[in-house]
Nanobody, 124 residues
């Protein structure tokens, strides 16, 4: 079992950048495909980005392509989400999640482990 803890959220203005981190403990992160999801108030949890075991493959939601970048450092047991050109509609609680694979998934229920989330608020 793996425990996930997100950090790096905050209040920023439109156009700013943030980098979220997801630190894992309990098991080595290299055993998992990793994903980022977000949930705005009153809405479902949506896929944002995902990355394969080694980082060789990534997938992004259309709404964040070209602005967000997912990466991982397996030596540090950490996954990152670099968010640039933030928009008010990016406001949400952001969650990282771990999946055993063997391919990238975009549906929340297919992930096995979840962090507690970190709030990102983008003001206009």
């Amino acid at each position: 079992q793996v425990q996930l803890v997100e950090s790096g959220g905050g209040l920023v203005q439109a156009g700013d950048s943030l980098r979220l981190s997801c630190a894992a403990s309990g098991r080595t992160l290299s055993s998992y495909f990793m994903g980022w999801f977000r949930q705005a108030p009153g809405k479902e949890r949506d896929f944002v980005a995902a990355i394969s075991w080694t980082g060789s493959s990534t997938n992004y939601a259309d709404s964040v392509k070209g602005r967000f970048t997912i990466s991982r450092d397996n030596a540090k047991n950490t996954v990152y989400l670099q968010m640039n050109s933030l928009k008010p509609e990016d406001t949400a609680v952001y969650y990282c999640a771990a999946d055993h694979g063997p391919w990238i998934r975009t549906i929340p229920r297919e992930y096995d482990y979840w962090g507690q989330g970190t709030q990102v608020t983008v003001s206009s």
